[in-house]
Antibody, heavy 121, light 109 residues
Framework: QVQLVQSGAEVKKPGASVKVSCKASGYTFTRSYLHWVRQTPGQGLEWMGR????????GYAQKFQGRVTMTRDTSTSTVYMELSSLRSEDTAVYYC??????????????WGQGTLVTVSS | SSELTQDPAVSVALGQTVRITCQGD??????ASWYQQKPGQAPVLVIYAKNDRPSGIPDRFSGSSSGNTASLTITGAQAEDEADYYC????????????FGGGTKLTVL
């Protein structure tokens, strides 16, 4: 069965960086885009960007351009999301999610369990 | 701010039908997808494309679209349908690929 397992909770100071991992299993890793979505406390969902595990191409939301980097390691079927210059407003649960269609539909059919990132001095 | 607009809250009596709407310019050209999220859980895809349901999603969930408005309809709402619902679609502003609506809190009375 398809599973996306994310790394554990992080606490970071303002200005630092955080790198969250998402290990995929149960399907062919290179056939589906993987997206990152975050949810700030008590708020809605926010799309951050996506990566094509096959060719390593990425696409980021304008809001995060210059601060976010998404990478992948095909040997371990893992994608990573690194967010730099953290501020308190980045405190959120970060999710990875799989694209249902190989062409990149942005329909997200499987989600990781979420990783809480807390930014606090 | 979201390019997709949803009502913050909607309520429905148990067993009745409820429609949750999502408005945005991109919906004139792209389908919406809909996600259900319960407290403390990851979102779950319930409707995508024209009106497709992933395996395991009850057929009381359906989707439709007209002009700049997409709708999620729950026919015969159950207590377990109480959740937050988010629409998602492509972003028409050109700033990014995808955008979520602000979400609708559904209460089943």
């Amino acid at each position: 069965q398809v599973q996306l397992v994310q790394s554990g909770a992080e606490v970071k100071k303002p200005g630092a960086s955080v790198k969250v991992s998402c290990k995929a299993s149960g399907y062919t890793f290179t056939r589906s885009y993987l997206h990152w979505v975050r949810q700030t406390p008590g708020q809605g969902l926010e799309w951050m960007g996506r990566i094509n595990p096959s060719g390593d191409s990425t696409g980021y939301a304008q809001k995060f351009q210059g601060r976010v980097t998404m990478t992948r390691d095909t040997s371990t079927s893992t994608v990573y999301m690194e967010l730099s210059s953290l501020r308190s407003e980045d405190t959120a649960v970060y999710y990875c999610a799989r694209d249902l269609e190989s062409g990149g539909s942005c329909y997200l059919d499987y989600w990781g369990q979420g990783t809480l990132v807390t930014v606090s001095s | 701010s979201s390019e997709l607009t949803q009502d913050p809250a909607v309520s429905v009596a148990l067993g009745q039908t409820v429609r949750i709407t999502c408005q945005g310019d991109s919906l004139r050209n792209y389908y919406a997808s809909w996600y259900q999220q319960k407290p403390g859980q990851a979102p779950v895809l319930v409707i995508y494309a024209k009106n497709d349901r992933p395996s395991g999603i009850p057929d009381r969930f359906s989707g439709s679209s007209s002009g700049n408005t997409a709708s999620l309809t729950i026919t015969g709402a159950q207590a377990e349908d109480e959740a937050d619902y988010y629409c998602n679609s492509r972003d028409s502003s050109g700033n990014q690929l995808s955008v979520f609506g602000g979400g609708t809190k559904l209460t089943v009375l």
